[in-house]
């Protein structure tokens, strides 16, 4: 007879053996692409109206600045001249495009969304994109002082 309730579960399962846990290995890391790499990469991943949005913008900002330098950065598309800083981002939801300009206060006339110093646009799959009021605004806010430094 068992003396103890610890000794009778023993008794009753079958013996288990335990297997070693593999040692965890590190992937090496995925080759991540950089500067316009990386915002060709952002939008080309994007699925349908967003992704036509996203290539209008792109071509209009590379048309209208052509010293811009690009980059994603927390996970969103910047744009940027060397020496001045950022200037505008955007970044797809799964309703709409939302386009800010870092100092969209300064703009002439002032875009209709945003907080702060940060105004822009909301994009929406049946929206009319003003491209001419946009490269406007991409225009003036590529000559002013923008947000933090980018690195060419």
């Known amino acids: 007879m068992k003396n103890s309730r610890h000794e009778d579960k023993k008794a009753v399962g ?4 335990a297997k070693k846990a593999a040692p965890a290995r590190r992937q090496p890391p995925t080759k991540v692409p ?6 060709k990469a952002y939008i080309a ?3 349908g109206w967003k ?4 290539k209008r913008i792109d071509a209009l900002i590379e048309r209208e600045v052509p ?6 950065k927390w996970n969103m598309p910047f744009y940027g001249i060397e020496g001045q800083g950022w200037f505008v981002r955007f970044a ?8 800010r300009f870092f ?12 907080e ?37």
């Open 14 to 17: 079958a013996p288990k053996t």
């Open 34 to 39: 950089d500067g316009d790499a990386a915002v």
């Open 45 to 47: 991943a994007l699925p």
């Open 51 to 54: 992704k036509a949005v996203a």
């Open 67 to 72: 010293d811009e330098l690009g980059a994603t």
């Open 92 to 99: 797809a939801y799964s309703k709409h495009v939302n386009l």
């Open 103 to 114: 100092r969209g206060t300064s703009l002439k006339p002032v875009p209709p969304v945003g």
């Open 116 to 152: 702060l110093g940060r105004r822009g646009l909301h994009l929406r799959e049946d929206d009319e994109l003003d491209e001419k009021q946009l490269a406007s605004w991409v225009r003036q806010a590529a000559a002013i002082p923008g947000f933090l430094e980018p690195r060419g």
